[in-house]
């Protein structure tokens, strides 16, 4: 006997897709359920929450765009898979934006549908799964003010233990904390606004836990899919900490990828409505990546890695704070200088 695995809720306006991919996922042992539009979908999942939506983005009625807020909001622990006959990147971008996992192009190759349908289970079973990690922890501590430093003492530990595995990222995110709080610190940011870039710092890159680490690790260039793929961390991280973080927090995380003149990947805001906190770690992150090996290169000199930084000031960078940085690491080499 199969044993029966996760739900997955079917919807399509046209029947023949449904049909064809609920006989194909049922075979592989998933529980398969149809709904013609998005309505009906809707009322399925109240009574019955599917752990895998698959969602027409060209239905009549609400397009399956439209849909998609609804279900994130009223189901969040349902993960939600695209799909059009259409390729609009904007409307991808927005369907990512608004909580899809992923984007399956029209018409199928069934091997395609069940790469993505097993991927993303597997990164919401992984999530699902630190959540609950957490909440039990919160329990344990009678959630008393003290859970929430135990919460992000855990993360931390998930953070090193996730950096751990990997000889190139190792101590990354402690290392982005300590130069965004040197730059925090000389911006004069007052003490709620360091600790919540401390935790940001510490924590930015924590939803790469759900990215392919053959993607991640590739030794050589990226496709533009798998950069998109990578940057999907920025997405997922910032839900995996919502709960035990505060607000400021999280949008530091969300934007930590844009850029200052706005022309990051699937970026809404620009310039200074970035919060301060995303532009230092952002700065920060990227100086401590170049000054670091990589799989595919190795690490820059301190000279080389002004001038990159002088190169995207203003672009990608903000250029007063890219300048703080920038002035930092020259008097730290004066003054090691003149101490030899
Ligand atoms: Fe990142």
Redesign the pocket.
Known sequence: MTIPKESILLVDDEEAIRCILSKGLEMRGYVCDEAEDGEQALAKLKVNPSDLVILDINMPGRLGSEVLPDITTRFPETAVIMASGVTDNKVIAQCIKDGAQDYINKPFRFEQVLQSVNGTLDKRRLALEIQRYFQDMGKKDGGQVESRKLFLGAIETLVNTLEGCDNYTRGHSQEVAEIAASIGTQMKLAPQEMEDLHWAALL??V??IAVDPDILNKPSELTSGEYRHIMT??VI?PSLVKPFVNDSVVEIISH??DHFDGGGLDQSIRGKAIPLGARIVAVA?AYQAMTSDRPYRGALSTLDAIEEMLWYSGSQFDPIVANILINTVRQKQLQSRYNN
């Open positions: 930015h890159d939803g790469k961390h920025a991280g930590h990828h992150d």
